[in-house]
């Protein structure tokens, strides 16, 4: 299933599944037809646990089932569905519980154009909530602060399980679904000293979405497609299965001694083509249209204002 979190001008962020174009309201729907409410947003429903995304899922396929017989402006009446240009796409998760947990370096050919052999071990940063976006929403040019702001497609991972020392050979059983990020880094903060958070960590500076897929649509997370265009032009285009950690080993390594909890969100890194890497380099500039694209997972869009 595809899950999203919309609303519906002047109206607050709810948890819905995008169906066929559609925007299906999964609390009201579940509500209407069997008497129980899922939860409105989507951190209730990850710490709902597996079997309230079972239910979500049949939901889903029971609506589109019933798609060609439903009147779509009685439904927004109701408010359970709405055409997709009637709503707002907001981040899946709008505001985390934590950092979104970043890998640095976690292609080889990114961390040649960085200068830098492959890494041993993952190498970790954060980005504090207050960098998460939406679909749409404008990525802040803070002019007086950067020069140097840069685009990066990542493979998102949000986990659905608590576990702490979780085996490789069991990572993925852990995670709830697949979203996308673009890690916009500011890259002259950045590098100023060995700690890269500084130049992470701008407000509006980590787009997520525009949807979670579910782990059950996604087996092999190492086998997807990631590209980033800027103005229409194609600046990365890569494969996850050119990550040097794979998602289940990143899951090991990450979990060792420390507790992973549902809806954590983790940014496994970025395939080369950053701007930072170009020569001559080329950074962002206000105007400028990112696309951030992800195999199987949908197209996220935000401009540089």
């Known amino acids: 299933m595809r899950l999203c979190t919309y609303s519906v001008p002047p109206g607050t962020p709810r948890l819905g599944a995008e169906c066929a174009g559609v925007a299906l309201d999964l609390a009201r729907y579940s509500h209407l037809h069997d008497g129980l409410r899922l939860p409105a947003d ?4 990850i710490d709902a646990g597996p079997q309230a995304w079972r239910h979500a899922a049949d939901l889903c396929r029971r609506f589109s089932a019933e798609m060609e017989s439903h009147d779509l402006a009685q439904d ?10 009637r709503v707002r796409w907001h981040a899946p998760i709008p505001r985390p519980l934590k950092d979104v947990f970043c890998l640095g370096q976690n292609y080889a050919a990114h961390a040649a154009e960085s200068g830098n052999p492959p890494p041993p071990a993952p190498i970790y940063f954060t980005k504090p909530p207050t960098t998460v976006i939406g679909p749409g929403d404008p990525v ?7 020069t140097r702001l840069d685009w990066e497609v990542e493979l998102g991972v949000v986990i659905g399980m608590r576990g702490r020392d ?16 673009n890690d916009v880094s500011a890259r002259d903060l950045q590098y100023r000293t060995s700690q890269w958070f500084k130049g992470k960590a701008l407000d509006g500076s980590c787009p997520m979405g525009p949807v979670i897929v579910s782990a059950d649509e996604i087996p092999d997370p190492q086998r997807l497609r990631l590209q980033l265009r800027v103005n229409g032009m194609t600046k990365q285009n890569s494969n996850t299965g050119d990550m040097i950690f794979s998602v289940a080993r990143i899951i090991e390594d990450l979990s060792a001694g420390m507790t992973l909890e549902p809806g954590d969100c983790i940014s496994t890194g ?10 001559p380099p080329e950074y962002l ?21």
């Not at 802040?140 to 950067?146: D, E, F, S």
């Not at 979780?166 to 993925?172: G, N, Q, S, T, Y």
């Not at 083509?273 to 020569?279: F, N, T, Y």
């Not at 500039?285 to 204002?305: F, H, Q, S, T, Y």
């Open 166 to 181: 979780i085996p490789e050979a069991r990572a993925l059983d852990y995670v709830f679904g697949y979203t996308i990020f």
């Open 270 to 279: 970025t395939p080369q083509g950053v701007g930072d890497g170009r020569k």
């Open 76 to 85: 927004a009446e109701a408010g359970l569905a709405y055409r997709a240009d």
């Open 42 to 45: 989507m951190q209730g429903l």
């Open 285 to 305: 500039k206000p105007g400028d249209v990112m696309e951030a694209e992800v195999e199987r997972i949908g197209l996220l869009r935000n401009p540089v204002r």
């Open 140 to 146: 802040p040019y803070p002019q007086r602060l950067t």
